[in-house]
């Protein structure tokens, strides 16, 4: 029986050389991420003013930054928008191209938000988060051809990515509102209309007021309306068509306000007031109603 001795380290050969491959897999990984500037992927979430008054809008865009190819994303932690109302805009993915700091990225839109300062102060935006799956080519020694030279590896490289948090400073309305001031925001118009003038005693009215422009709109309420002792008002109907886009919200809302006069005689519903804070003129404005009259 022919028994081969083998010297210890040939026995240990193979383990040795799959440890070397597993060396040389990590340092590509390594040489991988290294391939990778700090500035090839980048998170921003900007903000279209950082300075506004209260229920003034701005827009928000959370947005990927990448000057490598990207095959994925995972992980994702959209920002907080703590002391803002918030609603999140349809957008257009991308990509696009888009030049920073003096270099051409291609930009993908993560998200955008319409958001409404709901007190005055500082407001933090908090971070978000992401974590990019890059595609990184790297060259390696492995299967070297004569002819064709030596071999690529293609790694994929997680690149964990945040945003810094955003400061946006809010003003508060300046003093002196009149009392008909409820916090809307923007420029308005207003309407009305009357269901009758002339009616028998005891018998319904509705009287619809429509306020229609550009602001905070989600947020109007129904003005006060004022009306004589012997006429009953019921619960009030409002309804709106609004469009929310990246500069704000624009439609309109309407108020029916359904009441029963019950008495007989002659009656002038006092006007209706609607005052808004006006950005571009940054001064209080007041719509009102002209005095109503009422044959009963």
Known sequence: TLIEVRQGGEQSSGSTSQGTRQSQEQSLEQRAAGQLAKDDLMLRLSVSRSKVYKGEAVRATLKLYSRVNVIGSEG??????????????????????????????????????LLYPQQGGTLTIEPAELTVIAQVVVQSNRGFDPFFGGGHEVYNVRRPLKTPAVKV?????????????????????????????????????TLQLTISGSGNLNFLSAPTLSLPSSFELYDVKSEEKIENNASGSGGYRRFDYPFIVRAEGDYEIAPVEFTYFDLAQKKYVTLATPPLKMVV
């Open 169 to 205: 400073q809010v003003k508060e309305f300046p003093v002196g509102a009149p009392a008909s001031f409820a916090g809307a925001v923007g420029r308005y118009t207003m309407s009305h209309r009357l269901s009758s003038a002339e009616i028998a005693a005891n018998s319904a009215v």
């Open 76 to 113: 994702a932690k959209l920002p907080s928008f703590d002391g803002f109302w918030s609603q999140q805009l349809e957008a257009e993915q991308g990509p696009f191209r888009e030049t920073f700091n003096g270099k051409v990225y291609e930009t993908y839109n993560i998200a955008e938000y």
